[in-house]
């Protein structure tokens, strides 16, 4: 694994670039945290120009990123899920590719392959890597499940390790990358479920809901008329990774850590200790890369909200995009017409009311 706070990276290697000495000081964090803050407003507003409404979802995104992860979103279509990654990478002055899912896709296509090539002085003939579109800094996956699970699977290396072997050799992406995948929940034919492990690789599963009426009317209004707005770049790749690192330091005080994991493990019905209406409903829980990554996504939104510490709120705003795709309910469950969402209210409920009788 490479360090998380390692600058903008390129392709042609699997030598790694030295990264700078980083500044830990104190004043420097809260500097950095501060140019957080206002780099967040200024891509919100640039985002806004687009994309009218979904706050909540932009909001999730810019913390996925802040925290080094990727999202998966679902919604049906027409709800703007392209044009809001696409407008969130011209805002951050980062790369976008765009891959459209289908049955045909293979693995080579998303990665890229090996060709020969020849020299027109030399005659001789070489093999050369012709990188695919996942070398990018923002790929949009769109449909993910429309492809098979092998093809899904050329995505595994790339999300967690930021890099693509091929022909033996391995290649680093360029930082900072995330993948952003979307999906539909209507349509259901012709798709293939993400394997666990991959959904796992996602640190969110946003669900992407109907705008209200007057934001629908504002809609039809903007893009409907003659007058396009432009977005501007407001922040930089390399400014994305000095935010992603301050934001791994943020402090996590001792009892938002156990609220964390205590919530994760009651999640499992093959605890010892396990409730029984979990044991019913729960098929199968979070592993432990749920706990790091809602503790990296409470600490990203700490500082969204100008706090300089993780507290408990932020954990139990976040539990939902985190666990909603790591949980799988039983028969008994979905007979019952019991949504993972129910299953992870009660959960957040159960476990916020055990802590504030203990504190």
Same mark, same amino acid.
């Given at each position: 694994?490479?360090?998380? %706070? #390692?600058?903008?990276?390129? /392709?042609?290697? $699997?030598?790694?670039?030295?990264?700078?000495?980083?500044?830990?000081?104190?004043?420097?964090?809260?500097?950095?945290a501060e140019a957080l803050i206002q780099s967040v407003a200024q891509v919100k507003e640039q985002v806004g120009r687009? +994309?009218? @409404?979904?706050?909540?979802?932009?909001?999730?995104?810019?913390?996925?990123?802040?925290?080094? @992860?990727?999202?998966?979103?679902?919604?049906?279509?027409?709800?703007?899920?392209?044009?809001?990654?696409?407008?969130?990478?011209?805002?951050?002055?980062?790369?976008?590719?765009?891959? =459209?899912?289908?049955?045909? #896709?293979?693995?080579?296509?998303?990665?890229?392959?090996?060709?020969?090539?020849?020299?027109?002085?030399?005659?001789?003939?070489?093999?050369?890597?012709?990188?695919?579109?996942?070398?990018?800094?923002?790929? #949009?996956?769109?449909?993910?499940? *429309?492809?098979?699970?092998?093809?899904?699977?050329?995505?595994?290396?790339?999300? =967690?390790?930021?890099?693509?072997?091929?022909? &033996?050799?391995?290649?680093?992406?360029?930082?900072?990358?995330?993948? #952003?995948?979307?999906?539909?929940?209507?349509?259901?034919? @012709?798709?293939?479920?993400?394997?666990?492990?991959?959904?796992?690789?996602?640190?969110?599963?946003?669900?992407? &809901?109907?705008?209200?009426?007057?934001?629908?009317?504002?809609?039809?209004? *903007?893009?409907? $008329? @003659?007058?396009?707005?432009?977005? =501007?770049?407001?922040?930089?790749?390399?400014?994305?990774?000095?935010?992603?690192?301050?934001? *791994?330091?943020?402090?996590?005080? !001792?009892? +938002?850590?156990?609220?964390?994991?205590?919530?994760?493990?009651?999640?499992?019905?093959?605890?010892?200790?396990?409730?029984?209406?979990?044991? !019913? /409903?729960?098929?199968?829980?979070?592993?432990?890369?749920?706990?790091?990554?809602?503790?990296?996504?409470?600490?990203?939104?700490?500082?969204? %909200?100008?706090?300089?510490?993780?507290?408990?709120?932020?954990?139990?705003?976040?539990?939902?995009?985190?666990?909603?795709? *790591?949980?799988?309910?039983?028969?008994?469950?979905?007979?019952?017409?019991?949504?993972?969402?129910?299953?992870? $209210?009660?959960?957040?409920?159960?476990?916020?009311? &055990?802590?504030?009788? +203990?504190?």
């Open positions: 694994m490479k360090p998380m %706070h #390692l600058m903008c990276e390129t /392709w042609t290697s $699997s030598t790694m670039v030295t990264p700078p000495p980083r500044d830990n000081t104190e004043g420097s964090d809260i500097e950095t687009i +994309v009218v @409404g979904q706050s909540d979802v932009i909001e999730q995104l810019l913390i996925a990123i802040l925290a080094r @992860g990727h999202c998966l979103l679902e919604g049906v279509p027409g709800l703007a899920k392209t044009l809001m990654v696409r407008t969130l990478a011209s805002s951050m002055n980062l790369d976008f590719r765009r891959i =459209q899912f289908t049955p045909d #896709l293979m693995p080579g296509d998303i990665t890229g392959t090996d060709i020969i090539q020849e020299d027109h002085e030399t005659g001789r003939r070489e093999m050369l890597f012709r990188p695919g579109p996942v070398f990018t800094q923002m790929l #949009l996956a769109d449909e993910i499940n *429309r492809t098979p699970p092998k093809t899904q699977a050329a995505l595994l290396e790339a999300m =967690q390790e930021h890099e693509v072997t091929a022909g &033996g050799k391995t290649y680093a992406l360029k930082e900072p990358f995330f993948v #952003l995948a979307t999906q539909n929940p209507i349509e259901q034919e @012709g798709t293939y479920p993400l394997p666990e492990a991959q959904r796992d690789r996602f640190l969110f599963h946003v669900v992407v &809901g109907y705008p209200s009426r007057d934001q629908e009317a504002e809609i039809v209004e *903007r893009t409907t $008329s @003659g007058d396009l707005a432009d977005v =501007q770049p407001v922040v930089s790749g390399e400014d994305i990774c000095k935010f992603q690192s301050v934001v *791994r330091r943020v402090p996590l005080p !001792e009892h +938002v850590k156990n609220w964390v994991i205590d919530a994760v493990r009651s999640a499992r019905p093959n605890e010892p200790d396990a409730k029984d209406w979990v044991k !019913e /409903w729960i098929q199968w829980g979070p592993g432990p890369r749920a706990s790091q990554q809602l503790v990296l996504a409470s600490k990203a939104r700490a500082l969204l %909200h100008g706090r300089t510490h993780v507290t408990l709120e932020d954990a139990q705003a976040l539990a939902l995009p985190v666990l909603r795709h *790591r949980i799988v309910p039983t028969f008994s469950a979905e007979a019952d017409g019991i949504a993972v969402e129910d299953l992870i $209210s009660r959960l957040v409920a159960e476990q916020s009311a &055990g802590t504030a009788s +203990v504190l």
